[in-house]
């Protein structure tokens, strides 16, 4: 069965420093992975989504990249964070074999504060 | 492009008592339509989903949701609603593209 994991859980870091979230799904081959933000009391806004290996499209213009280096993980980063970077970052990876390839299925999320 | 719509921000309801959850969308042909939840802290757990068929459908945790063409609607329901079904509730469209657009969200609070 197909797994997907976040890390980390959940990190504090000050305004201006570096970010590196990464995600890594277990169990499926090429899948497409998403990054998704929640902020607090709003829905879900996409970031980023990738359909293989160094292939990335970018939903919004903000302060984060995402890179893909292997099929299954996907590194969401930021040079120097701000206060609205703060938020829930949630992955998803979507299958590519069957008939609901739409599903996408979500981790377990990293809670990010920005002091 | 597709949008999703959930009319209603919360939702309080007594525990034992029926819940009805609604969701409009808009998309020009037949969508993919999708039920979320999600406890505080965690991620979104999948409920349920409508490609085609069957215009009722069952999901986990013993929900159900039926699809309207003619009101664009995909409501999700529960008979009798547990303290644990106490969550955010996400309705989601999705026209093949690799993405989905999802409503803003429903949160069910229930009632001892």
């Known amino acids: 069965s197909q797994t997907i994991h976040q890390w980390p859980a959940t990190l504090v870091q000050p305004v201006g420093s570096p970010l590196s979230l990464e995600c890594t799904v277990e169990?499926?081959?090429?899948?497409?992975l998403y990054w998704y933000r929640q902020a607090a009391g709003r829905g879900l806004q996409l970031l980023f989504y990738s359909v293989g290996i160094g292939q990335i499209s970018s939903e919004v213009p903000q302060n984060l990249s995402a890179s893909r280096p292997q099929d299954r993980q996907f590194i969401l980063s930021s040079k120097k964070l701000l206060l609205s970077d703060s938020g829930f970052y949630l992955c998803a990876w979507r299958g590519l074999a069957g008939g609901s390839t739409d599903t996408q299925y979500f981790g377990p999320g990293t809670r990010l504060t920005v002091l | 492009a597709q949008s999703v719509t959930q009319p209603d921000i919360h939702i309080t309801v007594s525990e034992g008592a029926s819940l009805e959850l609604r969701c409009n969308y808009s998309?020009?042909?037949?969508?993919?339509l999708f039920w979320y939840v999600q406890s505080p802290g965690q991620g979104l757990q999948l409920l349920l989903k409508y490609f085609s068929g069957d215009t009722l459908v069952q999901g986990i945790k013993g929900f159900e949701a039926e699809f309207k063409r003619s009101q664009s609607s995909f409501n999700l329901r529960k008979p009798s609603v547990h303290w644990s079904d106490a969550a955010e509730y996400f309705c989601?469209?999705?026209?093949?593209?690799?993405?989905?657009?999802f409503g803003a969200g429903t949160t069910v609070t229930v009632r001892a």
């Open positions: 998309y020009g042909a037949t969508p993919y």
């Open positions: 989601a469209v999705g026209a093949g593209d690799y993405k989905l657009s």
């Open positions: 169990g499926t081959s090429n899948p497409n």
